[in-house]
């Protein structure tokens, strides 16, 4: 009985240390989790979380395209993105039926523009590419009529040839500002998405 009882302080302080230094290695884990650097984490969560799959109808080989100029982010923007930033990828031979939104009190267009150069270089967006489809205005007033606070327009365009296409807004000098997007039309494309 003697012998157990003092093996009992020691056992108590091997218990102790083990907790000590369980605790210890844990607090360090945790420091390492909230000093490691959020630009590590926001990086590749982005990377992941970029393909937005676009809603669409392979029945009529159409795709569903909402764009919205939005009050917050960039002024010249198409759903707060701006300078080639969205990037939508369609089947070749789909069509597009979009809603266009502006929700500025500052009027917007929308234009599908076989572009001639990788970006705006001209106030008139005639200047760098051929107007296919306009959304908001017409291919004689586009470059001073759009549409305004959260008025809604929606247009069908296509089918679309395989290409490389712009979005912009034909708004004197919008484009140019930063408001246009970049759309991909390829066989190589068989679900609609886009990347932003
Ligand atoms: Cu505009």
Redesign the pocket.
Known sequence: MKAQSSFLPVIVGILVAIIAVGVSVYAYYEYQILSAPSSVTSTSVTSTSSQIPLKYDSSNKTVFLTIA?LTSGPT?NFNGTSNGQLIIYIPAGWSVYVTFTNEQS????LILLKNSTATPNNADVAQFGKILYVIGATTSNYETI?ISSGQVATGLWGPLNPGVYMLV?G?LG?AESG?WAVVVVSSNVTTPYAIM
């Open positions: 100029v010249f500052l009027p917007h267009n759009g807004c708004i919008h408001m």
